[in-house]
C-alpha cells in the first residue's frame, strides 16, 4: 500500500488567496491530486494544512482523518513531508507520493504509470520527466523515511533525491503538468485560458 499526501501547507502570498482552495478546469487544486492519486495501491490520503487550515478545512468536503495540520509550515514544505509521514501508521505503507498544491495538473494515468514503474523497477524513487526536466509528485520508498525525517531544512527533500542519484526511476511524459508550478495569478491564468492560436 501507498500513501498520497497533497502538500497544502503554505501561505499562497503570491497566488493572493490559499491555493488549496484555487479552482483550475473546474476543479480546485487539491480535488484535481485527490482523483488523479484515486487508485488500487494508494490506501491512505493526506491532506496536509497549515495557514489557513481552518478555512480550507471549513470549505473542502474531505474526511476529516484524511487532514493533518501542520503547525511548523511557517518551516517549509520539509515541514509538511514531515507531518506527513509522522500521520501514518507505523510499517504500514511500502512508500509516499508527495504531492506539491502547486503542481495540481497531473492525470491519474500519470500517476499510475508512476506507481507501476516504482513496483517494478524497485528503485528508492519515482519521478516524472518532462522534456528532460523532473518534476512532481515524487514517490519515496518507506525505507526513505527517516531520511526524510532527518533532512536539512534547507534542503529539503532534495537532500534525499541527491543522496540515492543512482536510485532514481524516471518516468518521462509529455503532461506539462509535472513542472508547471502553479504559484500565482500570471502562472494560472495561462493554464486557465489556453493560447487560442495553438
Known amino acids: 500500500m501507498l500513501a498520497a499526501a497533497i502538500l497544502a501547507a503554505g501561505e499562497s502570498r503570491r497566488m493572493g488567496e490559499p491555493k488549496a482552495l484555487v479552482s483550475v478546469q473546474g476543479l480546485t487544486f487539491v480535488e484535481h491530486l485527490f482523483a488523479a492519486t484515486r487508485l488500487p495501491r494508494v490506501g491512505i490520503t493526506r491532506i496536509i494544512l497549515g495557514a489557513h487550515a481552518a478555512e ?19 518551516k517549509g514544505q520539509l515541514s509538511s513531508i514531515h507531518a506527513a509521514i509522522r500521520s501514518l501508521p507505523a510499517h504500514t505503507t511500502d512508500g509516499i507520493i508527495l504531492c506539491p498544491v502547486d503542481h495540481p495538473l497531473v492525470s491519474q494515468h500519470l500517476i499510475s504509470e508512476l506507481i507501476a514503474q516504482f513496483d517494478s523497477s524497485r528503485k528508492a524513487i519515482a519521478l516524472p520527466t518532462y522534456r528532460g526536466k523532473r518534476g512532481h509528485p515524487v514517490i519515496f520508498r518507506a525505507t526513505l523515511y527517516d531520511e526524510l525525517l532527518a533532512a536539512s531544512p534547507e ?13 532514481i526511476q524516471e518516468v518521462p511524459t509529455e503532461e506539462e ?19 487560442a492560436s495553438g
Open 177 to 195: 503538468g509535472v513542472v508547471l508550478n502553479l504559484n500565482d495569478p500570471e502562472s494560472l491564468k495561462k493554464v486557465a485560458t489556453p493560447d
Open 155 to 167: 534542503v529539503g527533500a532534495r537532500q534525499v533525491v541527491w543522496a540515492h542519484s543512482q536510485e
Open 56 to 74: 480550507i478545512s471549513a470549505k473542502l468536503k474531505f474526511d476529516p482523518a484524511m487532514i493533518v495540520v501542520n503547525p511548523d509550515w511557517p
